[in-house]
């Protein structure tokens, strides 16, 4: 039996070819197979937001300068429509708050102001009629119901131009009220006091005590809200409309910048798109910063010279008002009212007077410096003349009731000749001429603030339009030549 050989082939190695037999290529390495969902079905891959494939198209557009241009213009026209509409926005609001100033807000503190006045000049009427007694003139008479009838007539007009749920409202309301309480008063004390009964002075009292205690501070505050409301619409129609400005500025800065890049590309100087709109941005630009600054110095000039002295004009005659109520009650009262200061017992009626007459002497003096021209300062030192000559009347009539002579304390006080009423009449009289010229001095200068604004919002809307017209119309020239 033959010997067997046995070979051994290594795995180490690739089995020799065969002969007649080809060889096949390795075959390459294969992807990882997709992910597949359950039951088969393939995970979808997460979609790039819109966002961000907008971002990849303009950055992709802004590699050729025909993209370059078109993002330009728009930039371009975005700026100037931005700057228009902000533009008229706010000078809307400027304009609506300066409108106010003029003929809602001031007219309201006025209407307050006279209001408050109207019931002091009634309550002083009425301690002056009482006075008179059963020889109450026709004019004492009526001037009492002409004092009531205007405040009952001013606060109808300022409860309509108030909102519902406002503080004022509420403080018409009560004066709504109170007005015809007091009244009421004043009446039963006439009545009282023609039949000879001495409760006729506890009643007329006692409606002093209403209206100084009740009524003027209800109009006084009433008074004090509507210049609050006064001084907001100053302050929304003067400050400088910075955002518009600014935005002005940079719109003027990226159309320059769009004019040199063009020239620096083209040898051209001039792009009469890009001009056009330059122009009509400068034109928005000058009148917005023009118009405003002369609206701005008439609205302050009215603050200044007409708000600030109608107030102090204001006080001066409240203050001339109760210190007059206040010399009536003195000889009503006959010492009745006492009040201690400084360790002294004075009466208080006549303490009161005093004190309102050291009052009525800063406003007048305060009147006196806010006064811009002759006109307005004229009746302010006349008045000043008056109070002085009413204080030596009144320290007279004063001596004459402490020694006992009332008839003739009486007579210095409401008589026909030489009586402090006189006085009283001169001071209010001049007080009111002196309104009458500041109330002209704030009108003139408020409507000259309020008309420097007039049509700026509109213009400047338009102008704006036609603005960003021409920026695209300028680009869209250029845009022609790559066509």
């Known amino acids: 039996m033959g010997e067997v050989t046995v070979t051994h082939v290594p795995t180490s190695s690739a089995p020799p070819p065969r002969p007649g037999l080809s060889t096949l290529p390795a075959v390459p390495a294969q992807p990882a197979p997709t992910p597949r969902a359950p039951h088969g079905r393939t995970e979808p891959q997460p979609r790039r937001t819109a966002l961000a494939e907008g971002f990849d198209q303009l950055r992709a557009a802004a590699t050729t300068e025909p993209g370059r241009l078109r993002i330009i213009g728009a930039v371009l026209a975005l700026l100037v429509v931005a700057f228009g509409a902000v533009t008229a926005w706010q000078m809307t609001d400027r304009a609506a708050a300066a409108d106010d100033v003029l003929t809602s807000s001031q007219p309201l503190s006025s209407d307050a102001a006279d209001i408050y006045r109207s019931l002091a000049d009634a309550n002083t009427a009425a301690s002056s009629g009482f006075l008179a007694g059963g020889q109450e003139t026709a004019t004492s008479r009526d001037r009492y119901e002409r004092n009531i009838r205007t405040a009952a007539e001013k606060l109808v007009g300022a409860a309509a131009n108030s909102d519902p749920d406002s503080p004022s409202a509420a403080t018409i309301a009560k004066l709504n009220r109170l007005l015809p309480e007091y ?8 009545t009282y006091n023609r039949q000879g009964f001495p409760v006729g002075g ?62 620096r590309r083209t040898n051209r100087v001039l792009n009469h798109g890009l001009v056009a709109a330059t122009a009509t941005v400068t034109v928005v630009l000058l009148w917005l910063v023009v118009g405003h600054s002369f609206a701005r110095a008439g609205l302050n000039d009215s603050y200044d010279h007409g708000v600030r002295s109608l107030n102090v004009l204001h006080d001066a005659r409240i203050a001339s008002l109760k210190a007059r109520g206040n010399e009536n009650l003195t000889l009503v009262a006959r010492g009745a009212e006492t009040r201690k200061a400084g360790g002294e017992t004075h009466d208080a009626y006549d303490y009161d007077f005093r004190a309102e007459m050291k009052a009525l002497g800063t406003y007048l003096a305060d009147a006196g410096k806010l006064a811009d ?28 009731d402490e020694n006992g002579n009332y008839q003739r304390a009486l007579d210095m006080v409401i008589g026909p000749k030489d009586a402090t009423g006189e006085c ?20 003139h200068a408020a409507g000259d603030g309020r008309d420097a604004l007039t049509g700026l919002s509109s213009g400047a809307a338009v102008l704006a339009v036609l603005g960003a017209a021409g920026a695209v119309l300028g680009i869209g020239r250029r845009l022609s030549e790559y066509r």
Do not use: C
Request: charge should be neutral; charged fraction near 30%.
């Open 183 to 190: 009244k009421g008063l004043v009446e039963r004390a006439r």
């Open 424 to 443: 009283f009449d001169s001071v209010d009289e001049n007080l009111r001429t002196a309104l009458a010229h500041e109330e002209t001095e704030f009108r």
């Open 202 to 263: 506890a009643y007329l009292r006692y409606a002093n005590e209403k209206m100084q205690q009740r009524m003027l501070p209800a109009a006084e505050d009433l008074y004090k809200k509507e210049n609050q409301r006064l001084r907001a619409d100053y302050a929304d129609a003067t400050p400088y409309p910075w955002a518009a400005i600014a935005l002005g500025v940079a719109a003027l800065a990226a159309l320059a910048w769009a004019q040199h890049r063009n020239y």
């Open 373 to 400: 021209d002759s006109s307005g300062e004229r009746p302010v030192t006349a008045a000043a003349g008056n109070m002085a000559e009413w204080n030596k009347r009144h320290t007279a009539a004063r001596e004459q």
